[in-house]
């Protein structure tokens, strides 16, 4: 029924004219049966033949076509490219149109036009990215991931301001991953530091106060009281300028930790001074240092005195903390063609083996107690470690609980 009305509203001029037509045929004398069948025909003929103009689509101003973000993004992905930081493209869907090679290693690919919750699934970054996409105001969040291992990012979004995409109205957007995960350990391993530095520094502190304080009170008139506390202050002010002696020592360390010794030093005479330097301390526990070396030299190059300073240490370590095996043997290897090695080996207890990777850490003891109890600051082998670092040689350990302990310096 509409098509019908609409065919007559197109052909209403023909049909009126038509109409018309006949009209004055009839008034003039014609048949008027004749009449009203040319009349039917010419009707019948017009609303059959296709219309001369068709509806007249009735549409928007013409969209300029939207271009591929491909094509608008192209000048700016080689650099994104060569960036070696994480970064992503979203448009004002946030859809991802491009992610650089560093983010596919960092959070895999995402699929061609994903959307960035595909991937990233933190409410707090999907949040801001929504709030930049509406505002156009840049903003950044920190975030952190627990696997596979515990990162933190500085997540960062703004607008990129491209001129060719202003003119299609699109928008895109700059994502970018800032890993400070690194700064982060620093930070914490300084604090740790500074703490475990103060703790190692009051207790001494705190023991010298309250003898101090004993001697000047109740054990005034008291001179062999006075003795006894006098000797163990004496040995707590041992204890505390050690420490402090260790820390200086590190932080000297660390300022020449690039610079590579150049002496060259014969490590035969040097491991025998060591040995009796600590004969005293062995026969104090009751142990037997055993030297196997080379009769000839063994020269290697490095600093005599901070090569003193390792080998006490490994020594001492070995007759403190190996003290039941009842002796500690160092053997010297200097095989042609292969690397100088010294190894310290004591037959105590040994060292469970997930204590083994943290030993170098500052102030890290298996044991605090025990550490304490022979007068150990926990320094000793951070200290080595830096030591072989500046003179690029390495320290292995091997251990098994209940067999003991080798220490092994590779020049
Ligand atoms: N030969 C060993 N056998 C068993 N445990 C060891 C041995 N050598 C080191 N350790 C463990 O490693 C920890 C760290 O040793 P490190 O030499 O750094 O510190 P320390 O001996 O306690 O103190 P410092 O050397 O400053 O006097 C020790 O506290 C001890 O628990
Ligand atoms: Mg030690």
């Known amino acids: 029924m509409k098509k019908l009305a609409l065919r007559l509203r197109q052909e209403a001029v023909i049909l009126v004219l ?7 045929a009839w008034i003039e004398g014609a048949n008027v049966a004749v009449v009203l069948a040319i009349l039917a025909v010419v009707a019948v003929a017009a609303l059959l033949r296709s219309p001369l103009v068709g509806p007249v689509k009735v549409s928007a101003a013409p969209e300029p076509p939207a271009a591929d973000p491909h094509s608008v993004l192209q000048p700016m992905v080689a650099p994104l490219a060569a960036l070696d930081m994480p970064l992503l493209v979203v448009d004002q869907d946030a859809a991802v149109v491009y992610q650089n090679p ?3 290693r960092a ?3 995402f699929p061609p036009g994903a959307h960035l919750s595909a991937k990233l699934r933190s409410p707090g970054i999907l949040d801001m990215v929504r709030e930049t996409i509406a505002t156009r105001v840049p903003n950044q969040i920190e ?3 627990r696997l596979p291992s515990e990162r933190v990012y500085i997540v960062r979004i703004s607008p990129i301001d491209l001129p060719s995409a202003n003119a299609t109205g699109q928008s895109f957007f700059l994502l970018s991953f800032r890993d400070i995960s690194e700064l982060r350990h ?12 103060s703790h190692e520094l009051r207790t001494p502190l705190a023991s010298l106060r309250g003898f101090i304080e004993t001697i000047q009170g109740p054990a005034r008139n008291d001179p062999k009281a006075q003795e006894r506390f006098l000797a163990i202050m004496f040995d707590q002010a041992t204890r505390m300028s050690r420490l402090v002696d260790d820390l200086l020592s590190l932080s000297r360390l660390e300022l020449k930790s690039h610079i590579a010794p150049d002496q060259k030093v014969d490590l035969v005479p040097l491991l025998g001074h060591v040995r009796d330097s600590l004969l005293p301390l062995a026969g104090d526990l009751d142990v037997t ?10 020269e290697v ?7 003193v300073q390792v080998f006490e240490n490994l020594m001492e370590n070995a007759c403190k903390y190996g003290q039941e095996g009842k002796r500690v043997d160092v053997s010297l290897r200097n095989v042609p063609g292969q690397a100088v090695e010294v190894t310290v080996s004591d037959s105590g207890g040994g060292i469970p083996a997930e204590h083994v990777p943290r030993l170098t850490e500052r102030f890290y003891r298996v044991s605090v107690e025990n550490s ?6 926990g320094l000793g082998l951070a200290i080595v470690k830096h030591i072989l670092t500046r003179h690029r040689a390495r320290l292995i350990v091997k251990s098994e609980v209940g067999r003991g302990t080798d220490f092994t310096v590779r020049f």
């Open 107 to 109: 959070m895999d690919s």
């Open 372 to 377: 304490r109890s022979k007068k150990g600051t």
């Open 102 to 104: 560093a983010s596919e």
């Open 186 to 197: 620093i930070d914490r391993m300084r604090s740790d530091f500074v703490a475990n530095a």
């Open 289 to 298: 240092i055993t030297l196997d070396m080379p009769q000839s030299k063994v």
């Open 18 to 24: 038509a109409v018309l037509i006949a009209v004055l």
């Open 143 to 145: 975030h952190s991931e």
């Open 301 to 307: 190059t490095g600093d005599r005195d901070e090569l």
